[in-house]
């Protein structure tokens, strides 16, 4: 069809309209913007339409403004934290461009660059033996804050405690390597708030 219009091709597909139909209930405006030609991104990172849709909840929840964009104060503060020179530099990652606000589409193909890097499962379970307390199974509240204290100044308390929900998949107030690995596999960029932890055994390109 693309050929007998005359016209480039594009990597738009059926989940795209289920992105912008979302965005649309969700009242925001222009929401062709947060359509990321779906086809060209499974194709070249297996990102599956359940996944993207999941991404899309949590980037609604950052109150995207009337051009679909976040700003990285409300990128943060779903997560309990604030805007900290190393949280600073990771949503540098997202807004390559400089605007100092990020769409969906680069907060999704960020991801799963991320999620795609050879080294990324590796570099999770280091994180995890990392931040545990030698002999237990589990991370801890107090644990949590203490791996974020290698890397950043932790967040206040109830700061704290969303982000540690945050990590807590299945809430039963503790953090297990399931958990752990699940969580960043969700939001692969904050494998870069454990940096100070792991000290540099593992690379990853975030900051």
């Known amino acids: 069809m693309a050929h007998a ?65 976040v700003k990285a104060q409300d990128f943060w503060a779903i997560f309990g934290l604030d805007c900290s020179p190393l949280c600073k530099k990771i949503f540098h990652y997202f807004d390559f461009e400089n605007k100092e606000s990020v769409t969906f589409r680069q907060f999704l193909v960020g991801c799963a660059h991320l999620r795609k890097q050879p080294l990324f499962e590796g570099v999770c379970e280091t994180a995890f033996e990392k931040c545990k307390a030698p002999g237990t199974s589990d991370i801890s509240l107090a644990q949590l804050a203490d791996a974020l204290r290698s890397g950043m100044l932790p967040p206040a308390d109830d700061g704290m405690l969303k982000l540690f929900e945050t990590f807590d998949i299945d809430d039963d107030d503790k953090i297990s390597r399931d958990d752990f690995v699940a969580c960043l596999a969700r939001f692969p960029f904050m494998i870069a708030l454990f940096a100070g932890r792991i000290n540099g055994e593992v690379y990853i390109e975030i900051v």
């Open 5 to 69: 219009l005359n016209v480039l091709p594009t990597s738009y597909s059926y989940a795209d309209s289920m992105i912008a139909s979302r965005a649309e209930e969700a009242g925001k405006a222009n929401c062709s913007s947060y359509m990321v030609e779906m086809a060209w991104v499974k194709e070249v990172y297996g990102v599956s339409t359940a996944e993207a849709m999941e991404l899309l909840e949590h980037f609604l929840a950052m109150n995207p403004d009337s051009d679909g964009r």
